[in-house]
């Protein structure tokens, strides 16, 4: 298969006796179901040798205790929706693939949900909905994602500014350590200090530190009244000062969606229509930056914003909507769908980077987006969460032209400088993984990698679970993407 990397090493000793203790049906080496195994959204394929799908919890700690006698390397798996290789077995070896167990259980009384780490996140809310609570973070993979997957990468969504990331709705974790051995962190409860927070530690680990079988998650009340606003506005900046003016209002919206000039335009050639008639914006033929707000809560209290947030429009914008019925409403979430999958109408292929700055920078990283992309002549529609500095910078470039590649490479890497500069952070969102291993040196000094390193070792002493993900720097322009049409594509 083109594009597809074959195991640096094999362990047919190993694999074998995972065989006979866990059986055929469970370990599977069946070259197809290993391509299956071999790649995420990122789409660089590493070939496994074989792939564990658990019938219990038993199978996941003989696997890993083997894995740790053999030196076999494991990578865990749930649905594949990442961006950044970091489920991608790049050392070969064992995948634990975890997307069959998907168990959701309510607890309406607790507001709390248990669920297996297949489990996809919209689901859960399907579930919530008929008691009156959701699970807020919301990723635009909702649909099709994991929570095992959210919650290795920590993952936020567009609501993460007014309701938090995964991590602020995890009570407490089950699973195994990598060298095999069951553990929980924390209990079913609203309060628990009791010894140190290995809970916390888990999260946002990419699959380095442990595999979770179990979660209890913190449900919210799931809002009596929501109203959308779409605003034009004529220039990047213009729209950026009136979100920040926004967030000074107290008005806490729930959605903050910015979308630069770049995003309309593409947005609009991929839907066949401007996004506001030539009457609302008096006769003007230029396409516009844009945001998209939703504002939340009790109908009173909605009430009140509303009325802030008309007369803040009415300000900034050129032009603006905020239709009352619901239906209405919902069509305007239609432009922020389109923008991933309508920026390639500007490049065959893109670097999708999770970047956050402070707000104080929001501007300055626009403006040198723009600069980037002038100098480089590769477009770099940027869109994002605006009420919380998370921004989705796109290099689009063509995969087939060394030039274009070469330029990219080049012009990521300057971004990623640029961010940390002004205080920012290289990933809010998606994590490292592969994708982001070389800009790890960065955002953290030696110390703090070392101190990372210390406790991967503490945990990991032989290094079998997800090596090569994070801390070793990955050469992405190495490796060509394999051609795979993937459940959640649209393009």
Excluded at 141 to 152: F, L, R, Y
Aim: net charge negative.
């Amino acid at each position: 298969m083109g594009g597809v990397s074959p195991p640096a090493q094999t362990h047919p000793a190993a694999t074998q006796a995972l065989l006979v203790k866990l059986g055929p049906q469970v370990v599977l080496t069946d070259e197809a179901v290993c391509f299956a195994a071999s790649f995420d959204n990122m789409r660089l394929s590493f070939m496994p040798e074989a792939v564990v799908r658990p019938a219990t919890e038993d199978d996941i700690g003989i696997t890993l205790k083997l894995a740790n006698e053999y030196r076999v390397p494991v990578t865990v798996r749930g649905r594949g929706t990442g961006t950044t290789g970091a489920c991608a077995p790049i050392k070969g070896g064992w995948v634990i693939h975890l997307d069959h167990w998907d168990k959701i259980e309510i607890d309406p009384v607790s507001s709390m949900a248990t669920v297996q780490p297949g489990a996809i996140t919209a689901h859960i809310n399907d579930l919530a909905a008929p008691h009156g609570l959701f699970f807020p973070p919301d990723p635009s993979s909702v649909k099709h994602c994991s929570i095992g997957g959210n919650i290795a990468t920590n993952a936020g969504g567009l609501r993460a500014a007014k309701y938090g990331v995964v991590r602020d709705h995890v009570y407490a974790l089950e699973g195994f350590l990598p060298t095999g051995e069951k553990v929980r962190w924390a209990a079913p409860l609203r309060k628990f200090v009791s010894g140190l927070n290995l809970r916390d530690l888990w999260i946002g680990s990419e699959g380095t530190l442990g595999v979770i079988t179990k979660a209890t998650l913190k449900l919210s009340v799931l809002p009596a009244a929501r109203r959308t606003f779409l605003l034009a506005f004529r220039t990047d900046e213009a729209a950026l000062d009136a979100a920040i003016d926004l967030l000074s209002l107290r008005v806490n919206p729930s959605v903050l969606e910015f979308l630069d000039v770049q995003t309309v335009a593409a947005a609009e050639k991929r839907r066949g229509q401007r996004v506001f008639t030539d009457s609302e914006l008096a006769g003007s033929a230029e396409t516009h930056a844009a945001l998209l707000v939703e504002i939340d809560g009790h109908p009173a209290a909605l009430a009140d914003d509303a009325v802030k947030v008309n007369a803040w429009a009415k300000r900034h914008a050129v032009a603006f909507r905020a239709p009352e019925d619901p239906a209405e409403a919902e069509a305007l979430w239609e432009l922020r769908r389109t923008c991933s999958q309508a920026m390639f109408a500007l490049g065959d292929a893109k670097l999708n980077e999770d970047v956050v700055v402070p707000i104080r920078g929001y501007v300055a990283l626009l403006r040198f987006t723009r600069e980037v992309r002038d100098r480089f002549g590769l477009a770099t529609p940027t869109f994002g969460h605006a009420a919380d500095g998370n921004f989705h910078v796109h290099i689009m470039y063509d995969r087939f032209n060394p030039e274009h590649c070469r330029k990219a490479e080049q012009a990521i890497r300057e971004v990623m400088e640029k961010v940390v500069e002004l205080g920012g952070a290289i990933t809010g969102e998606h994590g490292i993984g592969l994708a982001k291993s070389p800009f790890l040196s960065l955002q953290h000094t030696p110390a703090e990698i070392g101190a990372m390193l210390a406790i991967k070792k503490a945990l990991d002493p032989n290094g079998i679970l997800a090596p090569g993900q994070i801390f070793e720097p990955f050469n992405v322009w190495e490796h060509r993407p394999i051609k795979v049409t993937l459940p959640w594509d649209k393009h």
